[in-house]
């Protein structure tokens, strides 16, 4: 058992998953890595549990029974981790819009650089965004600076998923009370974070749109994250005494 998991969701990501998986063990630095599936009708789980008798005690697989969201997959992969003695939890894409070469950058900045939570972000340091068209670069860049201006958060990329927890992270937020389970989740488990006093720091990285299969961006996701930090931002969360 390594000192870090990766935690990867998927629903119908059978094109990458071997692949995703094949390059995260390949890293200098090892990781465990969780796979969370949302019952995938195209058969990933069944890709995922071949790829078990290589990687025993190394690859691991929770099927959940439904498609609910991106938020509660990474809360039922929190609280397996947790119930574990991974002491940094990694939130990683399976469709390689999230390098895994990125990985030990993210891990060394909590290790090394005393960060409880590292996010890996695309506007640090510019826009550092590869394939998507126009309107998409700048609708995410712009409501990561909505986002800012609404909730007083001082990083860049404020609804990035690419993110490395300390476990001390994921023990103190009230992962139970968490409210969004789609895009704004990204949003509200840093705020909560920030609001606690963690000392969250940002890692540039190369964000590359996906190029096999489909993306679960939709409408309702958007709306979720425009109208409801409104609400979270209101009802607040007083610092960590």
Same mark, same amino acid.
């Given at each position: 058992?390594?000192?870090?998991?990766?935690?990867?969701?998927?629903?119908?990501?059978?094109? @990458?998953?071997?692949?995703?998986?094949?390059?995260?063990?390949?890293?200098?630095?090892? #990781?465990?890595?969780?796979?969370?599936?949302?019952?995938?009708?195209?058969?990933?789980?069944?890709?995922?549990?071949? &790829?078990?008798?290589?990687?025993?005690?190394?690859?691991?697989?929770?099927?959940?029974?439904?498609?609910? $969201?991106?938020?509660?997959?990474?809360?039922?992969?929190?609280?397996?981790?947790?119930?574990?003695?991974?002491?940094?939890?990694?939130?990683?894409?399976?469709?390689?819009?999230?390098?895994?070469?990125? &990985?030990?950058? &993210?891990?060394?900045?909590?290790?090394?650089?005393?960060?409880?939570?590292?996010?890996?972000?695309?506007?640090?340091?510019?826009? /550092?965004?590869?394939?998507?068209?126009? =309107?998409?670069?700048?609708?995410?860049? #712009?409501?990561? =600076?909505?986002?800012?201006?609404?909730?007083?958060?001082? #990083?860049?990329?404020?609804?990035? $998923?690419?993110?490395?927890? /300390?476990?001390?992270?994921?023990?103190?937020?009230?992962?139970?009370?968490? =409210?969004?389970?789609?895009?704004? #989740?990204?949003?509200?488990?840093?705020?909560?974070?920030?609001?606690?006093? *963690? /000392?969250?720091?940002?890692?540039?990285?190369?964000?590359?749109?996906?190029?096999?299969?489909?993306?679960?961006?939709? =409408?309702?996701?958007? @709306?979720?994250?425009? *109208?409801?930090?409104?609400?979270?931002?209101?009802?607040?969360?007083?610092?960590?005494?």
């Amino acid at each position: 058992m390594q000192d870090s998991l990766v935690i990867i969701p998927t629903y119908n990501e059978k094109e @990458t998953i071997e692949i995703i998986v094949r390059a995260t063990f390949s890293q200098k630095k090892a #990781f465990d890595i969780l796979i969370v599936d949302d019952s995938s009708p195209d058969g990933t789980s069944t890709i995922v549990k071949d &790829l078990q008798k290589e990687y025993p005690d190394r690859l691991y697989l929770e099927v959940r029974n439904k498609k609910d $969201g991106l938020g509660r997959a990474y809360i039922h992969g929190f609280k397996w981790a947790l119930k574990r003695k991974y002491e940094y939890i990694i939130e990683m894409d399976a469709d390689f819009s999230h390098n895994p070469a990125d &990985l030990e950058r &993210l891990y060394d900045k909590c290790v090394s650089d005393g960060a409880d939570l590292s996010i890996g972000s695309r506007y640090s340091q510019g826009v /550092n965004v590869v394939n998507w068209p126009m =309107k998409r670069v700048l609708l995410s860049y #712009f409501a990561s =600076k909505y986002v800012q201006f609404v909730t007083g958060m001082p #990083f860049h990329d404020t609804t990035a $998923g690419f993110v490395c927890y /300390n476990r001390k992270v994921l023990e103190t937020i009230q992962l139970d009370k968490i =409210k969004f389970i789609g895009y704004a #989740f990204q949003i509200e488990m840093k705020f909560k974070a920030w609001k606690h006093g *963690f /000392n969250v720091q940002e890692v540039s990285v190369i964000f590359t749109d996906r190029t096999l299969g489909e993306s679960k961006m939709s =409408k309702t996701i958007i @709306t979720e994250a425009i *109208f409801g930090i409104i609400k979270m931002r209101l009802s607040g969360l007083p610092k960590a005494s």
